[in-house]
């Protein structure tokens, strides 16, 4: 089999160029069946490279004079900056070079050159950012988490269709649970969005679609897709973000401000705290696809690490050995029949 | 100054109608300005107050055969069962007799009921339920959390002004920060709702509009009072307990499993956890006001206990003492000028 050719932004994300670059060696010393197109300014990916000691044939350098910032507005950045490192990358995959691309830098500017440059599958309405969360029982996905804020029930049938190949494919669950996030459990609670899906999710035999569920149960993991606008989507996203770093700071500010016998306990506990750490990390998971795109489009967190990148390759790589786009293809096909 | 009195759903909630009594009993040790009516099966509620000891002259006992449960369909309910314990006590409001009522019944009955029988202050477009919640560096308000699941951005204004009052006058904070909860921190980001609403409250003089706040920002407490629409609101708590709790019982859990040092180490940090999970507790901020209806309308959690109850009674009074519902008609009343 011909090796899989993976795009990745080389200036994207806050520890850029030196993160990604660590994560593609990383990869390519765990895979052998991998290859990669890094874009940025040539001579600062090469500075990289050398400081990190790579030699191989596996890492190909194209010249990108442009950045992209979280602060520019991402519609105009995308259609400005056209010898940015961001659009380079997308270019690829557009082109065929490439299987896969890969950024950690603005999420506005990714979606919106995934959707001009790379473009939508056909029958698509809309590609939803979909991030791979830890809930306690298992992991969980989002469908969407903040690429599409008004939405219509239409869409969140599709997002369901595409949440199920993609966990199916990466995650490894057959006949995964799908859940429609609302604020009651019962068919008729909600808002006109809620309910109007709920009709339609019901009718789908294809999915395994097991009703409503309330925001206090998406983090047990129970239920593996979830699916909701992107309003709603981002702000579960960035409320089980701040609140369990909220509930740690206060047990860490807890235990030091308690007597002798609490630090001693805290001192105690530290592998604990650690083993937790590590359950909530982001980092694990590797990035959120943007599911509904023509391409393998991974948006790696901002502040990603060598690691995090070399987990968004990872799975970027089981995207397309599993041939999940083939088979959301598939999926929205079958139905528009 | 003549005694203040308050109606309370006798029957209402998971430990009705003993934590109801045992609220109340402590309340009237607590406070000497304060008297009761109680609604529910007369004779079931003169047997716990018998049981409870009580033989003071500061409760009356308003008999009501009915009682509405969680599952009934909150506005049918409300117009069927005219001698329920919830309906009665909403009248005795309504009629004058009391000034506050409280329930730890069906919330969707309790919003309907205070909207139908209490109804709204003149000129407010929508109630909006209002938690009080406790974050790292205070407590914070979320208006609306769940009463209206389609909104307007005029809705949301009103919104800011009557959150405001009942923070100054309840939450004792003066000129407290309002927060558009959005998922973006920019002005032009956002749905539909929140980039007309952030025009809106812009333009408020009277109000200490701090922009927009992003989720993960929320449990921070930095912001005193938060508007959106109710399906987000509605969201924002549920994902706080949810979070909360799953983080709590991986650690718990991950203690556990661990060596006898954890164990040890847990076993140190017992009054810690104790305190946090103080800190965490609803019980201590009472219950979540309607605001925007005519009256002083308390909807405690469901599973309160008599500490919820006194907590929730205290709140009325503090509602009461302040003349809260007085400053939310000024406000609205001014701004409509």
């Known amino acids: 089999m ?26 390519i010393n ?3 069946d991998l290859e990669f197109y890094i874009t940025g ?10 400081k990190q000691n790579y030699e191989g044939d596996k890492i190909t350098v194209v010249n990108a004079t442009e950045v992209i910032s979280n602060n520019e507005h991402p519609a105009r950045a995308i259609k400005r900056k056209k010898d940015s490192s961001l659009c380079k990358a997308l270019e690829l995959v557009k ?3 490439c299987d896969a691309v890969i950024s950690a830098g603005s999420t506005g500017a990714f979606l919106t050159g995934c959707t001009l440059i790379v473009g939508r599958i056909k ?9 791979i969360m830890p809930g306690k029982n298992g992991p969980f996905m989002i469908v969407d988490a903040g690429a599409n804020v008004d939405c219509k029930p239409e869409y ?9 190949e993609y966990y199916k494919g990466v995650l490894k669950g057959e006949n995964p649970s799908i859940g429609l996030v609302n604020i009651g459990s019962e068919e008729e609670k909600g808002n006109d969005l809620t309910k109007n899906t709920h009709k339609l999710l019901k009718e789908e035999e294809n999915l395994n679609f097991i009703g409503n569920i309330e925001p206090r149960d998406i983090t047990t993991g129970n239920t593996n897709v979830l699916v909701c606008d992107g309003f709603v989507g981002n702000t579960i996203l960035k409320m089980y973000e701040g609140t369990a770093s909220t509930v740690l700071k206060i047990i860490v500010e807890e235990m030091l401000s308690s007597g002798a016998k609490a630090k001693i306990g805290a001192f105690l506990l530290k592998p604990v705290f650690k083993s937790i750490k590590k359950k909530f990390d982001y980092k694990e998971y590797g990035g959120a696809p943007f599911l509904g795109v023509d391409g393998i489009c ?6 990603s690490d060598g690691k ?16 999940v786009l083939d088979k959301i293809k598939e999926q929205l096909e079958l139905k528009s029949e």
């Open 2 to 27: 011909k090796d899989m050719r993976i795009a990745i932004d080389g200036m994207g994300g806050d520890n850029a160029p030196q993160a990604v670059v660590d994560g593609v060696i990383k990869a």
């Open 30 to 32: 765990e895979y052998s």
């Open 41 to 50: 300014p040539e001579e600062i990916i090469k500075e990289e490279l050398h």
């Open 95 to 97: 082109e065929k070079t």
């Open 123 to 131: 029958g698509v309405k809309r590609p939803a950012l979909t991030p």
């Open 156 to 164: 969140l049938v599709q997002f369901a269709y595409m949440g199920k």
């Open 298 to 303: 991974i948006k790696a967190h901002g502040s």
């Open 308 to 323: 995090a990148i070399k987990n968004a390759i990872r799975q970027s790589k089981e995207f397309h050995d599993n041939k």
